[in-house]
T-cell receptor
Framework: ETGVTQTPRHLVMGMTNKKSLKCEQH?????MYWYKQSAKKPLELMFV???????ENNSVPSRFSPECPNSSHLFLHLHTLQPEDSALYLC???????????????FGSGTRLTVV | GEDVEQSLFLSVREGDSSVINCTYT??????LYWYKQEPGAGLQLLTY?????DMKQDQRLTVLLNKKDKHLSLRIADTQTGDSAIYFC???????????FGTGTRLKVLA
């Protein structure tokens, strides 16, 4: 497999469920990101992991819990979500090195989450 | 903070040229990008430009950068129905690895 792979592609969960989103990158990148994309809103950066360490958490509610066990894998654990959390969740990776050219992010196809 | 703005919608006829515009506030932006998002998919990098360039051409795509006005544009020549998508402008402020994305412009190509 190449690029950034996200699973599952679609997820429907009740407000009391616990589920996890998975992201895997095969590009040798050392930074990974979770974004939330809601209809008619800009992309919202949720979390940034660099060298497996969380370096940013943009005021995301605690019902979202990220995990980065190694540089190739990123998870987003979900529990007691609200209907307004329904969105497309995108994972991305990049190479963290400000001294060299940035080829931009590589995004996964996203997980379409619906909270009922 | 840094801000990137785009118009929300653009509609063109097949075969015409499309021009998608973007303005940004961070003058230290070193790299600037255009991404394309097709329905149900993630964002795909289309093209990029260094901040020391004014123009870059890549097949049907032309990127223009006006640093003085902090304005970036993407021109798609001979627009096809397959070009219908959301186009995101993104900038990389100097000294960081975190990109700032615009709101996206939804391009609709009419047959």
């Amino acid at each position: 497999e190449t690029g950034v792979t996200q699973t599952p592609r679609h997820l429907v969960m009740g407000m009391t469920n616990k589920k996890s989103l998975k992201c895997e990158q095969h590009l040798g990148h050392n930074a990974m990101y979770w974004y939330k994309q809601s209809a008619k809103k800009p992309l919202e950066l949720m979390f940034v992991y660099s060298l497996e360490e969380r370096v940013e958490n943009n005021s995301v509610p605690s019902r979202f819990s990220p995990e980065c066990p190694n540089s190739s894998h990123l998870f987003l654990h979900l529990h007691t979500l609200q209907p307004e959390d329904s969105a497309l969740y995108l994972c991305a990776s990049s190479q963290r090195d400000t001294t060299t050219f940035h080829y931009g992010y590589t995004f996964g196809s996203g997980t379409r989450l619906t909270v009922v | 903070g840094e801000d990137v703005e785009q118009s929300l919608f653009l509609s063109v006829r097949e075969g015409d040229s499309s021009v998608i515009n973007c303005t940004y506030t961070d003058s230290s932006s070193t790299y600037l990008y255009w991404y394309k998002q097709e329905p149900g998919a993630g964002l795909q990098l289309l093209t990029y430009i260094f901040s020391n360039m004014d123009m870059k051409q890549d097949q049907r795509l032309t990127v223009l950068l006006n640093k003085k006005d902090k304005h970036l544009s993407l021109r798609i020549a001979d627009t096809q129905t397959g070009d219908s998508a959301i186009y995101f402008c993104a900038v990389l402020p100097g000294g960081t690895y975190k990109y700032i994305f615009g709101t996206g412009t939804r391009l609709k190509v009419l047959a």
